[in-house]
């Protein structure tokens, strides 16, 4: 069996996501005791409605930083540690923004979370504001077992939001390689965050490894988009003022469920 389902289990995967108020070394941070209370009052919201993991990120480090600066990585550590022993029964992940896949296994190593998302694993991707983006998927695979991380699992987005293909392909393709390259599971979004994948997309995209959608998912198309793959990422359909809303994911979960 996959690592992902080995660890996740056979049902229909949600992992709800915690954005992060701006981290210490932003000028907008509340500081770090606040934050932490933030991150752990999201996961008790989400854990009540029954999701299976909680990825935390810093999505308010504006603007984003290609690499994680020394305080954001031992802030992100900290965080994550604190979700970890707070966490009654969700499997807690970390992504470090906006490309810092290192990063990500380091914290979660060290933390002993059990997962990271990386939106850069193997394509080649521009944005115009930060150029092409660099993408080592060996030598993250060799640094996860440098680190000793062999059992934290590698969740990579394949053709991500924002970004544009240096060189096109199938998505199909996009899959396989990611799979060949040590995914343990490939995630598909749509152009933006709040844009969801085709449902033809997410079934282009098994190619061997499990499935998620990572961004768009909502109470309206969740039974849609999941009747095509393994799960969902979701994030700002959960939101109201950058909380997670416990009435938001309540209808996704029940609908998930079937309640």
Do not use: W
């Amino acid at each position: 069996m996959n690592r992902f389902r080995l660890r996740f289990g056979p049902s229909k995967v949600i992992i709800g996501m915690i954005h992060l108020p701006p981290l210490p070394g932003y000028p907008e941070s509340p500081g770090i005791e606040r934050v932490i209370r933030h991150a752990i009052g999201d996961l008790h919201t989400l854990e009540s409605a029954g999701v299976d993991g909680v990825l935390v990120e810093n999505e308010y480090d504006r603007p984003h930083r290609i690499r994680a600066e020394p305080e954001t990585i031992a802030a992100m550590t900290r965080i994550t540690r604190a979700l970890v022993q707070e966490s009654e029964s969700a499997l807690i992940g970390c992504e470090i923004l906006l490309n810092d896949p290192k990063a990500s296994l380091a914290v979660s190593e060290m933390a002993r979370a059990s997962f990271i998302r990386t939106d850069y694993f193997v394509d080649r991707m521009v944005r115009p504001e930060y150029g092409e983006f660099e993408i080592d998927p060996d030598g993250l695979i060799d640094y996860r077992i440098t680190i000793g991380a062999d059992d934290v699992l590698i969740l990579a987005d394949i053709q991500v939001k924002y970004a544009t293909m240096v060189t096109p392909r199938s998505l199909a393709k996009s899959a396989k390689i990611a799979k060949d390259r040590g995914a343990d599971a490939v995630i598909v979004t749509g152009s933006r965050s709040g844009d969801a994948p085709t449902p033809k997309a997410l079934r282009d995209a098994a190619q061997g490894l499990p499935v998620l959608v990572g961004s768009g998912l909502t109470a309206d198309n969740a039974v849609e988009l999941l009747s095509a793959c393994d799960g969902a990422i979701v994030g700002t359909s959960l939101m109201t003022n950058g909380c997670v809303d416990p009435e938001k994911i309540g209808r996704i979960m029940s609908l998930v469920r079937g309640e």
